[in-house]
């Protein structure tokens, strides 16, 4: 029992190398996919203090929406790659009027209420857009236009320690997107005016508004990059499995990474996705068999739960401040 | 009440009016009942008044953040610089050179002393420089503030968080300051020093102030005109020299009733404050 | 007025919408011809209502509350969540449920569960006609599966979770060695470890027990690891949808099936005609009708439509309640004549129940992917009823245990 | 009072430093059982610090506390409850979701001993149990003058009041020692007057040592019976309030050449 | 102008002490008993009874459970769909190795059980708080989840992987199983929901709740008056989860019959938590609202185009439904966000002062 906890998994890690890699980099691959949806509900939170239930149904909504344009478009002779940018334009379009909607119908009424009601809030918006989404595009599942996007396809196989390796295209597309949307998330709320004021409106609304920062533009700009960066994630998502309602369970997958980066971290969204990622496919694959398999469903958490309790505020989330 | 007398030592036309609002928390309880006030361009104005008379209701209605704590004002309007203001956003009123500092602190908890000196600059446009020479300045009215710049404000004493607090309203460049409380939890040369800068800015920068204060002595001591609350409403007012000189301010908010300023030891029993209204 | 009321549970809505509606509208067109071609079956209109469970079990039962007051003559809970507490209810509010090929796989024993019919195959048939097919991909009998590795992919809940038990026994009857992949629900779009897996021990074959998005990325992460199509094969509930997606890689993708894809039957012919054309259909498209799903729900409803045939047959009555219908189902005899008579000539294969056989175990066949649908490539495959058998009677046993006091058998048979 | 009356606590030496930050250096000072001891200081001074380590919410690096003679390595804040220190806040602390009566009647919790089983049928010993502490806490109310708000959620208090209620908190565990930070901040003449009132009466009636942190410099020098002057951590100077009214150490760190 | 307190003095502070100290309140209290263990059955139909009243209650009791943890104490929890799945998982366990005992006792009983688990996993909410204690009580959402699953001794090797629920019967009564009439089954569920209301509401009116309270507005002031948070947390975590259990077991037992692993899935958990949040965070009342809300409204609007003869497809009410409730909870946050139950509480501010405004 012993041997196979703590030494067989690593006996099969030095004999097949490449089996190694591969996992590594499954691991790395869905740690940025993690990321990326986590990243939504950190600009969210970071910039005013909301949880945001709907991220996860944000995500379908705009790959539905996009795929859903583009089927009109090329239903009318366009051809792909135009009718996909143009989608893309006109989703990025939709994106922001939803932002301007909850902006104006839920987050400005609700200013100052505690955390816990404005999270609730966006769960009234999650069902909103459960029904509006299924209303308009069906519950059919839909192929994400990945290639007409110019997202590449197929794979990169290496030879290497002994076997062979492969890297999926997309996935390395996935991941470069992601750390240069990571990265310029980053710098933008630490370096610049509006994002001090981000950070200013999650501290306290009331402050924020005593000071003069509007919080109806800033909502505005937060939930239509949240609403960008849930499109850039049904993209991705979306090319890995199909486009449905189905997705919205990935969002779960999350919360463990958000909470291990820290709630309020652009760059602990990415950290915590790889830990969480890659610690989730290793623990699957040399040790989940151990337990009979599908560990993965509460793994992440446990990894998460370890760090937590290490560091209540998450890898790099601001301190929790206790002071009297 | 006298009312024409203010008006006849009013120095200079309104900056801000309010004329008698009607406030209510919840859509039950009804706070201000019919509060009209004016601050005169330049002036310093202070409202006295006891625990809940509705000094820091008043100065949320004319910030607007009253709608944050679901109080809403239903009669009434407020005017500042000649327009109505009362459905502006908060944001806007800034804009148009309106701050408040609100009672209790309320520092970025986050943010570095700094950065929540900073975002006080929010609503300017004259570029960096400028805003790097008025945090100089503030830096220079709170020295304690510039040993502190880097740490996290919610780290920082009580009296340190009300610097900041007043040093970031400062920061926008304001034509009015709503203080609330500014002296609560501040050492008492500080005090002195914040009573300092307010005639200072009022003097050289012509910033308009509206004061909450318990403290009354300082209030009236830098005062041009003051108000008196009692539960919602205004029940006295006129110049500050001429409330220094009311006998029952004396007795009541200034503690020196008949023979002068007595000892804290000495007083006998716990009297029940007079009313002037209802 | 006389009807029949027959509610259709449906999800088309939720997660596992994708699935639900093809098979929601199946159900559907072929009740709405009958009614509208036919004016019903034996002359009497049936009252066709949808109930929207969105695949979750608690709006199931409250459509099944619901309908009860309306005298339903049948239900399909389409989810084996919903079926499993209708179990012991259905005898007491006297309505059968048709639980087509899901729900508890005993329930086939109709001494134990009189109202309960769950024909054409059970969830351990298919396992044992995916194996058969195997066998004879390697050019024999079930002997050749012997020094095998053969992988399975599930869905890690009581669905995936059944064959189980019967993978270990035939495991060492059979001499393969069997490779298990758990697949947690919160987790069906995120194989890529199981894949890995995959990779790592390199099956000979694989054998898919999924549901909705499982299928799909199942597939997609098959291609990615370039695991052989040909060797892939499921139970029978993937869709077009679930092999499209994988593009060009997916075909020779392979599925269990009892029933034809495409719609070149005169029974759909009617359908289009009647109610797709007539626009009293729920499709999004022309090419939906004949779909595998869509056809799933085509059989479906005609085993309701026979049953209740039947039913009027035995009885004479021409209005026939739950309890008549249960009749019609246990004499259920649908032959290759009656399916010409319907329309579904070549369809499918026969269907016979009886008193005591509420599953019939049929053969079922293997069709494959060809990029855009799925061809038929094998006979039909009968299962290895000697090893199912006993392991149905045992649990049909243990499930009257567990539930005792379970009422004993009070319905007659009738002679057939 | 009596200048020679035991010493209920002692700090020795105490130093307190959030990484660069040092918050208190090096202090020591004592307060005797039953006087008035004020400790004063600039802004960030560190006199909340002092008082956060003496209830046990902080651990200081360095030095000793004794309290009635015991000292503790590591006081936990509810050891610190349990044998007699209570303390009100800066920054108001009261439970905001709770109506004044119930924050004072937390007060009592560690009074009162009847479990869970009792509290879920509520009637019979827990209710005697309630009622019981109920009548010492209308005591405190009535002491207090608070009875019009007895039923009002004090989140909606002005702070004043909120101020005086979080005074009822800590009287309702019948502190041996009472910490007050700043209890008349936000207060105007009159109120501090009764303020002071309850203090002093307090003090007298119930013999309740009080440490009080004050930036009202009358009050200071009317109640105190001696003062602890902090400035950066560092105490400067420690006496009778007339002793250190007249440093000119104090009066250059702190009072300023008005006062 | 019935609405009024004048004239109703308390001579005695068990009087005020009481948790309805307001004549108008206890007359409408007896009313509502009245007419839910009377009129309710005696006219309610069978749908009405199994599968609005039934499920409203059941989910009322786990809201209550939540409430307890969530809104008393503070402590934000997404796990309690799991801890109900205990409760559930060890009735059905108890049930089939002890048949004789009642089944009653089993299902209170499994409270313990569900209270032991929730205990284990509020350890951590020592050290981590708010969103992040969420997601620590996700870890054990998930990991029980799969233990139902895995762990097949749990639903006695059934095949279905489903616990299913035996027929047994009360004084001859048959109250589960197929037989146990609508009626019987709601009146069983609403004896045990009105006891353990009451009991939980002695409970946060009396010290314990003080405490809980006290360590949700400000745990740190809390310590410095002597409460010791672990405990105090413990305990919420475990009378919450007792809660929960017993109305995870119900659920099975007088609702759905027989459960699958999925009946106690992370939607259950968010479902609850929302009902609680809508209802009124920290009142009792509210779980019943937010119960109602989440649970009876969609029936209601989804029974609403047959009950107006609109011809509307299913899955197009379903839709609409979804939009509909949606918008609701948003509406209702809005109109108050201390949600329903705080709303019930200002209407009758205004009887109070009624005909005046204010
Ligand atoms: N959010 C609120 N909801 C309900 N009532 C409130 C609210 N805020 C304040 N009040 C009530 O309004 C009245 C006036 O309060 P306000 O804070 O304006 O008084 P204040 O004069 O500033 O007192 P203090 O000097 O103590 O700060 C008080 O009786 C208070 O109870
Ligand atoms: N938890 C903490 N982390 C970091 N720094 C702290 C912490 N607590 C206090 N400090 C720092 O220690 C110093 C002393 O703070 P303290 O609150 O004791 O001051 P104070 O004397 O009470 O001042 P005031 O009169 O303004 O309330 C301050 O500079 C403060 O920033
Ligand atoms: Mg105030
Ligand atoms: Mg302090």
């Known amino acids: 029992m012993l041997y196979n906890i703590f030494i067989d998994p690593f006996v099969q890690m030095a004999q097949m190398p490449d089996l190694l890699v591969q996992t590594l980099w499954e691991g790395l691959v869905s740690g940025v996919l993690y990321a990326l949806i986590a990243l939504g509900f950190v600009l969210i939170f970071k910039a005013s203090g909301v949880f945001n239930f709907a991220q996860g149904i944000m995500v379908v909504f705009s790959a539905l929406t996009l795929v859903g344009f583009y089927e009109k478009f090329s239903a009318y002779g366009f051809s792909g790659h135009t009718a996909a940018f143009v989608a893309l334009i006109l989703t990025a379009g939709v994106m922001f009027v939803l932002a301007m909607l909850i902006e104006r119908v839920v987050l400005r009424p609700l200013v100052n209420q505690p955390d816990i009601i404005l999270f609730m809030a966006t769960f009234g918006i999650t069902y909103m857009l459960i029904g509006f989404g299924e209303m308009v595009f069906g519950g059919d599942p839909k192929q994400m236009i990945a290639s007409e996007l110019f997202l590449p396809s197929g794979s990169v196989d290496v030879e290497m320690l002994g076997g062979m390796v492969s890297f999926q295209k997309i996935d390395i597309a996935a991941a470069v997107i992601a750390s240069v949307m990571i990265a310029g998330l980053a710098l933008f709320f630490q370096k610049t005016r509006i994002g001090r004021a981000l950070r200013a409106v999650a501290d306290s609304h009331k402050a924020a508004l005593s000071v003069g920062i509007s919080l109806n533009q800033i909502w505005v700009i937060v939930w239509f990059a949240a609403g960008l960066v849930a499109l850039v994630t049904g993209i991705m998502w979306g090319a890995r499995s199909d486009v449905s309602f189905a997705l919205e369970i990935v969002a779960l997958k999350a919360l463990p990474v958000l909470v291990l980066g820290g709630l309020t971290s652009v760059p602990g969204a990415i950290v915590g996705g790889l830990i969480i990622g890659i610690g989730e496919k290793l623990g699957e694959f040399y040790w989940g068999p151990l337990l009979g398999g599908g560990i993965e469903s509460w793994f992440a958490y446990a990894i998460a739960l370890l760090f937590l309790l290490y560091r209540p505020q998450g890898l790099f989330g601001d301190k929790i401040i206790e002071r009297i | 009440m006298s009312e024409h007398a203010s008006k006849a030592v009013e120095p200079a036309r309104p900056m801000l009016t309010v004329n008698n609002i009607e406030v209510i928390y919840d859509h039950v309880i009804l706070v201000l009942k019919g509060v009209s006030l004016a601050v005169p361009q330049g002036g310093i104005v202070a409202i006295l008044g006891a625990n809940g008379a509705g000094k820091t209701t008043t100065l949320k209605a004319i910030s607007n953040l009253l709608h944050a704590e679901r109080g809403e004002v239903t009669k009434g309007s407020i005017e500042f610089n000649g327009d109505r203001v009362d459905r502006l956003s908060p944001n806007e009123l800034v804009r148009r050179g309106c701050i408040q500092v609100m009672e209790g602190r309320h520092c970025f908890g986050h943010l570095s002393i700094e950065e929540n000196l900073l975002t006080g600059a929010f609503t300017r446009r004259d570029g960096n420089r400028a805003i790097r020479a008025d945090l100089e300045m503030i830096y220079d009215y709170f020295p304690r503030l510039r040993q502190r710049r880097s740490s996290m404000a919610g780290y920082t004493s009580g009296g340190e968080q009300q610097m900041c607090a007043i040093g970031r309203a400062m920061m926008s460049r304001p034509k009015m300051i709503l203080l609330d409380e500014p002296s609560m939890g501040l050492a008492p040369q500080v005090v002195d020093e914040i009573f300092e800068i307010v005639k200072d800015l009022n003097s050289k920068q012509g910033v308009s102030f509206l004061v909450a204060e318990q403290n009354t002595n300082m209030a009236l001591k830098y005062a041009t005109y003051g108000y008196i609350m009692e539960t919602g409403r205004i029940v006295m007012d006129g110049d500050a020299a001429s409330l220094r000189d009311n006998e029952d301010v004396k007795e009541f908010y200034l503690g020196i009733g008949g023979e002068g300023r007595k000892s804290f030891r000495e007083v006998k029993s716990y009297k029940r404050r007079k009313r002037w209204l209802a | 007025e006389d009807s029949i009321y027959v509610p259709l549970f449906t999800y088309r809505t939720g997660p596992f919408a994708g699935s639900g509606t093809p098979i929601a509208n199946g159900m559907h067109d072929y009740l709405t011809l009958l009614n509208e071609r036919d004016g019903g079956i034996g002359g009497v209109k049936l ?370 | 009072m009596n200048a020679a009356s035991e010493t209920l ?176 901040a936000g207060m105007n003449i009159e109120e501090k007057e009764d303020m002071c009132r309850y203090i002093l009466d307090l003090n007298k009636h119930f013999g309740t040592t009080i440490a009080l942190i004050e930036h009202d410099m009358g009050v200071v020098m009317d109640l105190s019976d001696r003062v602890v002057v902090l400035e950066y951590g560092h105490k400067i100077a420690d006496g009778t309030p007339e002793v250190v009214k007249a440093d000119p150490k104090v009066i250059e760190a702190y009072l300023g050449v008005g006062h | ?337 201390h949600g329903l139950a705080r709303l019930w509480q200002i209407a009758k501010q205004k009887l109070r002062v009624w005909p005046f405004p204010y």
Not at chain 3, 355 to 368: E, K, L, P, R
Not at chain 5, 62 to 81: E, P, Q
């Open chain 3, 47 to 416: 009252i066709v209502e949808e109930c929207e469970t969105g695949y979750d079990t608690k709006k199931g039962l409250e459509c099944y509350e619901s309908v009860k007051p309306k005298k339903p003559v049948i239900v399909n809970p389409w989810s084996t969540g919903i079926t499993l507490p209708l179990i012991p209810k259905a005898a007491v509010d006297k309505i059968p449920v048709l639980s087509m090929a899901y729900g508890l796989s005993a329930s086939a024993k109709g001494d134990t569960f009189p109202w309960i019919f769950n024909p054409p195959a059970t969830y351990w048939d298919g396992f044992t006609q995916i194996l058969q097919y195997i066998a004879t991909q390697e050019g024999g009998g079930v002997e050749k599966l012997k020094g095998k590795k053969i992988g399975y992919i599930y869905l890690d809940a009581s669905f995936g979770r059944e064959p189980l038990p019967l993978i270990e026994q035939l495991s060492k009857e059979l001499g393969f060695e069997a490779k298990l992949y758990p697949v947690a629900a919160a987790d069906m779009q995120n194989q890529s470890s199981q894949w890995l897996s995959v990779r790592r021990d390199k099956p000979d074959y694989m054998i898919l027990y999924g549901w909705g998005a499982l299928n799909a990325t199942a597939v997609k992460e098959a291609v990615k690891t370039n695991y052989p199509m040909e060797k892939f094969i499921s139970i029978w509930w993937p869709s077009e949808d679930d092999a499209k997606g994988a593009g060009d890689g997916a075909k020779g993708f392979k599925t269990l099936n009892w029933h034809a894809v495409g719609a070149d039957f005169p029974l759909l012919a009617d359908i289009q005609k009647h109610v797709v054309d007539a626009g009293k259909s729920q499709v999004s498209g022309k090419d939906k009708v004949g779909q595998v799903l869509y056809n799933r729900g085509i059989y479906n409803s005609m085993l309701i439509a026979e049953a209740i045939r039947k039913a009027q047959e035995i009885t004479g009555n021409k209005v026939v309640t739950g309890e008549d219908v249960r009749r019609g189902l246990e004499g259920l005899n649908i032959d290759e004549a009656r399916l010409k008579e319907i329309g579904l000539e070549g369809f499918t294969s026969a269907v016979k129940l009886s008193c005591a056989d509420h599953n019939g175990h049929f053969s079922t066949f293997v069709q494959s992917w060809n990029g855009t649908t799925y061809e038929k490539v094998s006979d039909y495959i009968a299962p290895l009823s000697d090893k199912v058998g006993p392991l149905l009677d045992a649990d049909a046993k243990a499930y009257a245990e567990k539930n005792a006091p379970w009422p004993a058998r009070s319905e007659a048979c009738d002679a057939s």
């Open chain 5, 1 to 337: 102008m019935f609405y009024r307190e004048t004239g109703q003095f308390k001579q005695s502070y068990a009087a005020d002490q009481a948790v309805f100290p307001i004549l108008q309140d206890r007359i409408g209290l007896a009313i509502i008993l009245l007419v839910a263990f009377v009129v309710v059955p005696l006219f309610g139909n069978e749908f009405l009874l199994a599968s609005v009243m039934v499920p409203f209650l059941i989910l009322s009791l786990g809201a209550i459970g939540i409430n307890i943890l969530v809104g008393y104490t503070g402590l934000l929890s997404l796990g309690s769909a799991a801890f109900m799945g205990v409760g559930a998982y060890s009735a059905y366990k108890l049930s089939t190795i002890f048949p004789g005992v009642n089944i009653l006792v089993w299902i209170l009983c499994s409270g313990f059980f569900a209270a032991g688990v929730g205990v284990l996993f509020g350890l951590p909410s020592l050290r981590i708080k708010g969103f992040y204690l969420a997601v620590a009580t996700l870890a054990a959402q998930f990991f029980l989840q799969w233990c139902f699953v895995r762990i097949s001794w749990l639903y006695n090797d059934n095949p279905s992987g489903a616990i299913e629920v035996p027929a047994r019967t009360l004084f001859g009564i048959a109250i589960t199983g197929p037989s146990a009439t609508p009626v019987t089954r709601y009146l069983v569920v609403l004896a045990i929901v009105v006891v353990m209301t009451l009991l939980a509401s002695n409970i946060v009116h009396g010290r314990i709740g003080r405490t809980w309270m006290a360590v949700r507005d400000m745990d740190i002031a809390a310590q410095l008056m002597g409460i010791r948070l672990l405990p105090a947390k413990l305990l919420a975590f475990a009378v919450s989860s007792f809660y929960c259990g017993v109305s995870g077991a119900l659920m099975v037992f007088l609702w759905l019959g027989a459960a699958e692993p999925s009946a106690f899935d992370i939607k259950l958990s968010f479902l609850l938590l929302f009902m609680v949040i809508i209802g009124g965070l920290g009142s009792m009342i509210g779980s019943f609202f937010g119960a109602a809300l989440i649970h009876i409204l969609p029936i209601v609007i989804r029974m609403l185009p047959e009950a107006l003869g609109l011809p509307i497809a299913a899955a197009t009410v379903e839709h609409l439904t979804y939009l509909i409730v949606g918008g609701l909870i948003i509406f209702f946050l809005i109109v108050e966000p």
């Open chain 4, 9 to 184: 606590l002692s700090v020795d030496g105490v130093s307190l430093s959030f990484g660069g930050v040092k918050a208190i250096t090096d202090v020591s000072f004592d307060i005797r059982k039953g006087e008035i001891r004020a400790i004063i200081g600039p802004n960030g001074a560190g006199k909340t610090s002092m008082l956060n380590v003496v209830n046990g919410f902080y651990h200081p690096q360095h030095g000793r506390i004794t309290y009635k003679g015991k000292t503790r390595p590591r006081m936990r804040p509810y050891q610190a409850a349990s044998q007699g220190i209570a303390r009100t806040f800066q920054n108001v602390a009261l439970f905001r979701g709770m109506t004044t009566l119930d924050n004072i009647m937390v007060g009592r919790t560690l009074k009162m001993h009847r479990g869970l089983f009792w509290q879920m049928l509520r009637y019979g010993p827990a209710m005697r149990e309630e009622i019981e502490h109920r009548r010492v806490v209308e005591d405190i109310i009535d002491f207090l003058q608070i009875e019009s708000i007895r039923k009002t959620p004090v989140g909606k208090l002005p702070y004043g009041l909120q101020k005086r209620v979080e005074l009822g908190r800590a009287l309702a565990m019948e502190p041996e020692l009472l910490l007050l930070d700043e209890p008349m």
